[in-house]
């Protein structure tokens, strides 16, 4: 196979139906992390709720057979998870940075010795989301095949960004969240309770980032492994900051790396003479440059990573 | 439902107001001790003090900001609970803080409908709230645009939003924290016209203050705090400003003035067409001429922002000249650091004292050894005298009745006066030969103003050669030989004390030549 092959019509369709797919998980990650620095609380933990989102979507979808109850599950651990960082940088006004660092950890810890434990080894599952076509969308040209025949958590990715812009925008929660960000004092003279809104927006997030793990196990993947999110996590923080905290900002952001992790990946396929380091580096590579030129276009949430204290 | 909520309030109107007997205690400190205070319908009640008084932890109370250890609260005679903001404008309670409650990045319609439950429950109704902002705004004459970004407004307008949204609330009344601090002296005129209006309206305003003249103007009764504890309430009819002034402190307040005429030494400092950029790159100096001698002090008047706070900066080499020079003792030191300018004996008092003038997290005594610590008396071949730092920082707490728990206490927790002190304690320790004051007395209480107007004038009496540029047109008149007035970074005119009449300086400080 030669470079040109890379281009024809079949292989770009390929390339973006495999970026629209591989976005689901940032997304989720992603508006989850959103939510919570627009509240002012700054989450590293993210990569740690979507590896033990991970394992349980997988454990209990390969024990039930049905992906659902793992979706559930998994939810159900990120809740607990997004609880447990809250207390800690809420209640107890840890530095964040620090904190998340260590809930990542745990996580990761945590989802391997789980992995070792109850399955011992790599299993593969059959019964995860597949593919569904949606009913005449699915039969138009070119669209019909990069996005209307994906799995249900890519759907679910996608409603979740116009949703999110709603609420922020268009909702008196929404309008609580931006100002417990900006300016908690003001808010609470306004009797707005600035922990149950941060309580609430973490926890929320750790539920979106175990989203993002099942994302990979039970649908994209249909596979667990040790440290199978690989600095996901991570990225999905960096594309709120490249998001603008904005919704719509982390789409474009989500969907620029999915579509450079896509058309790396096909070059792979496709033998382009080029080391595949190098390819596999491009779309982190892509991340620092926009990262760098976004620098001082937007402005973070002014109480970002500020414990709360009545003065 | 907001509507219905902000013009049909179901709770009784608050016609009395009554706090009995608040005691209020944070560790080591009784804030509040057993203070009563009351207020009625349709009254401007002044709540007067110095910094720490107790003024705002009372207020704070009011507002279930804080919980006291004792006391009461009754409205109408019943006796209520207020644990959180929301308690407080349930029962119709507003208040006004000094640092502005607005989110910035929100609009004024999306800071007023903040923490309010919308009419269409799950979707926010900021038309609504627009529409009902715009009447409220119309009946009490706080003109402001609904739909603008607070960080788009002006400071005055920033404060009828804080009206507005207590009046949205449905208020009946007003805590008002020192809301004259912040505004010019048109909005300040606009603002008492507000007050009028919101009374006519039969509201209830306390108004926290410690300027004695808007007392006297604006107020219908006045309560006076010493120390936590309630010292005088009575109407304000038949008080002066000094009976006020002496409530507050607790003896007689006589500010002082210069009487003596100068002894005009050299010329120690002086600035030949100084040219300078602001912090935003405008030219904020452009081309400033000035002499001052020793054994005078000359007064820079002005409105913020003409360029006073770039000339300090400039003199004491914080900030580049672009063109023209500078010569303290008659050596030029056009771009010379401030250390050089140090060796030359100028002194600063600057104007931003929590960033410049301390290092908040430092001891007292750190604070005050801050320009000398590396040499004799206070170190000695790179190792710091304990011992002797102590004596010397104890005994300038003394000489400049510095409050402080000791001299092991971080500078930043003390009263705005009291840090001004460290400063001064510093400074002019060192008997400085050129001192640069900059605002000195920006937010400290009457004690501390008059403490330091007559370390000013003793400095002068010392031989110094003083600047003092203030926007307080008193302190300059009562303070300067000279005074200078600054329009758009030049001098308009420098006028001897006894030409340098209110009407004419007014008319410079805004930018006319009289005939």
Redesign the interface.
Known sequence: MDTSQLLSATVLVGILTAGIRLASPYLFAAIGEMFGQRSGVLNLGVEGQMLMGAFTAFYVTLRTGNPWLGLLAAMAVGALMGLAMAVVSVTWRAVQGISGIGFYIVGMGLSELLFKTLLGEVKVINTGFNAVNIPLLSQIPVLGEIFFRQNVMTYLAFTLVPVAWFVLYKTPLGLKIRAVGENPHAADTLGVNVAHIRYLTVTMGGVFSAMAGAALSVANLNVFQENMTAGMGFIAVALVYFGGWRPFGVLFGALLFSMVMALQIFMQVYRVPVPSEFLIMMPYVLTMIVLVLTVGRVRAPAALTKPFVRE | MSQSQATLPLRQKIEHLEMRGITKIFPGVVANDRVDFDVREGEVHALLGENGAGKSTLMKIL?G?YEPNEGEIRINGQPVRIR???DA?ALGIG?I?QH???????TVA??I??????SRR???DLDVVARRTLELAETYGLHVDPEAYIWQLAVGQRQRVEIL?ALYRGADLFILDEPTAVLTPQEVDEFMGTMRQMTRERHSIIFITHKLHEVIATCDRVTVLRNGRRVASRPVDGCTKLDLARLMVGHDIVLPKITSAPKQGEVRLQLQEVHALSERGTLALRGVNLQVRAGEIVGVAGVSGNGQSELAEVITGLRRVTQGKIFVNGQETTGKPPADLLQLGMAYIPEERMRDGIISDFTVSENVILRNHNHAPYARRGFLLHRIIAEITDRLIRLFDIRTPSRLTPAGNLSGGNIQKVVLARELSRTPKVLIAAQPTRGVDIGAIEFIHKNLLDQREAGAAILLISEDLDEVLSLSDRVAVMYEGRIMDILDAKDAERGKIGLLMAGVRPE
């Open positions: 507002y900001l959180s903001p929301k404008i208040m803080h502005f409650m607005l989110v910035d990045t929100l999306e800071n409908a903040l923490g309010l439950p919308s799950f979707i926010t949204k």
